[in-house]
């Protein structure tokens, strides 16, 4: 089998790659090539048992698109995008690179000709925009906020059209926020949800910008990559014409999240966040959808962490080796 | 005031010119300006009191829609587009005419700069497929199952996003199934709707290829000039940030519809319509929306007909001067 990773270099990405790599199969059929596609070539995971090649590729790009699909990947997992804050300053590079670069790709399979992937593409619930109903139904508007949700939203209706086509056969899975990002704290309005569990257990200070009441919608990059995997097994007829699916998560209060910090780490720890409103963000995280009722993907398979408490676990063990700074 | 209306050479295209030139005014303020513009340029409306232009152009291509918004429009009437049937059987014309024509326009508005007009987009119910609950609400997820519904959402969300960044001030309104179109049958599957008021109004026979029982959502053509100009009066601040809206309609079976042809023109003109079930037909039907509960249209003062005797009798007098063959 051979699978194809756009956006290979994310995060997400990375950890997708490095799980294929230790796993050798997807949906129990063998591995025996990894392409791994970024605007700059990602990093090949070590110690592969299958051919692994790293390219640099701008898929907006009809001629690398189709490049990109030449060796006829049986799955391919498109991550590639420009996050929500930069497509919100950049409007020109996020229509480009989150609109076009996903229909280049399309296209490219399309035009390959008997040619038919399972084609799992990262959307976002950011597909969704305030105001909500308390729990948010499978079947709920599109009514993004922002120019990503917006971005996101288009390439999950052409993806069903095409699959509807015969073109390929897509799955749009839309993630909830991340938590807890492993790295440097980045500019994005929702950073502060892995910051203040990341940063204290590190031993480092995090600022909280909104209320302590705040709720949000999450799951473990861990999650993410069982998601995408998970998605690429499912059978056409599992899922149906509805081919986007919102995905499950963890809902809870920014309370209930430093509450589990302080269970697991302690009150030391958890004295590292520190209080700092922020009008700005609050207001921006106010539009955010908070708590869904995923009943599709929950019914076809789909599994999140169940508690906050598990979500922090997953963090210490895959990136902090299973050890916290006190 | 200037006015453009795009696909101006279509039936709700022509209707909407020649009643801008009847009332001279829209939204209250007087009229100076008109300009139709379609791929063949569209004929003029006779004995306009203010100037009239029409356009041959094509607006997927950038520099026609730059072209054809240098007059700088205050009201954009966006209705060009490659119907239902022609999308679904050329995949390539629809996404080119129905996405990329009207993102050029969108472009070329935003590229013109320091300008803002409304921009009032013909979207269709076909941006919903089944299945459906019994009332469809204002709310519900966009799930299309044609080409051209997907293409009409796809705008939709860029018309939002466009709107909501201040590149011009946007509003969707999503048309029922128009009946009774004038002129010859055509091929589009909803086409019998009309077929079988119209024809047996003009002493002709009709087929009826569906069932009795199948349940749809109508307005008139006079009723859908109606909602554009209405929209085009709406403010910033009544339309909020879901701009895109479910228009008013007439909910009734073709059973009904039969009842209301006969109550109004009798047996005789009623007994020329023909059963000949077509399952084809009755399958691309059964996945089309029927009932809609549009709060948001009626609440904004959107108005359809309230029965399907109205939208009969606006046919007799818009289209054959108020006579009935018997």
Excluded at 51 to 59: F, N, P, T
Excluded at 108 to 135: I, K, M, Q, T, W
Excluded at 265 to 279: F, H, L, N, Q
Aim: glycine letters at 10%; proline letters at 7%.
């Amino acid at each position: 089998m051979h699978i194809l990773i756009t956006g290979a270099a994310g995060m997400i990405g990375r950890k997708l790659a490095a799980r294929l790599v230790g796993e050798g199969a997807l949906s129990g059929r063998p591995i025996d090539r990894l392409t791994l596609l970024d605007i700059s070539a990602p990093p090949a995971p070590e110690a592969a048992a299958f051919r692994v090649g790293a390219v640099a590729a701008d898929i907006a790009d009809a001629q690398a698109a189709r490049a990109a699909v030449a060796g006829r990947p049986d799955v391919i997992f498109h991550l590639a995008a420009v996050v929500s804050g930069e497509a919100e300053l950049d409007f020109d590079k996020g229509v480009r690179v989150n609109v076009d670069g996903s229909r280049a790709l399309l296209e490219a399979v399309r035009a390959a000709g008997d040619y038919r992937p399972r084609f799992v593409f990262a959307s976002s619930l950011a597909v969704f925009g305030a105001p909500f109903p308390e729990a948010i139904p499978d079947d709920f508007a599109l009514t993004p906020l922002t120019s990503y949700g917006t971005q996101k939203a288009m390439v999950e209706l052409l993806l069903a059209d095409y699959s509807r086509r015969g073109f390929l056969d897509g799955v749009g899975i839309r993630l909830p926020s991340i938590v807890v990002r492993p790295g440097r704290p980045n500019q994005a309005a929702s950073g502060f949800f892995s910051a203040i569990i990341r940063e204290p257990l590190a031993g480092r200070e995090a600022v909280l910008p909104v209320d302590d009441g705040v709720l949000h919608w999450h799951a473990s990059p861990r999650a993410a990559v069982g998601f995408l995997l998970h998605a690429a097994g499912l059978t056409r007829e599992q899922i149906g014409p509805r081919i986007n699916l919102v995905m499950p998560g963890v809902c809870c209060t920014v309370a209930e999240q430093i509450a589990a910090l302080r269970r697991i780490a302690g009150d030391k720890v958890a004295g590292r966040i520190r209080r700092e409103p922020d009008p700005l963000t609050a207001r921006i995280v106010a539009g955010w959808p908070s708590r869904f009722d995923p009943r599709r993907a929950l019914a076809l398979g789909f599994k999140a962490e169940t508690s906050f408490d598990e979500i922090i676990r997953v963090h210490i063990e895959d990136e902090l080796g299973g050890q916290i700074a006190s």
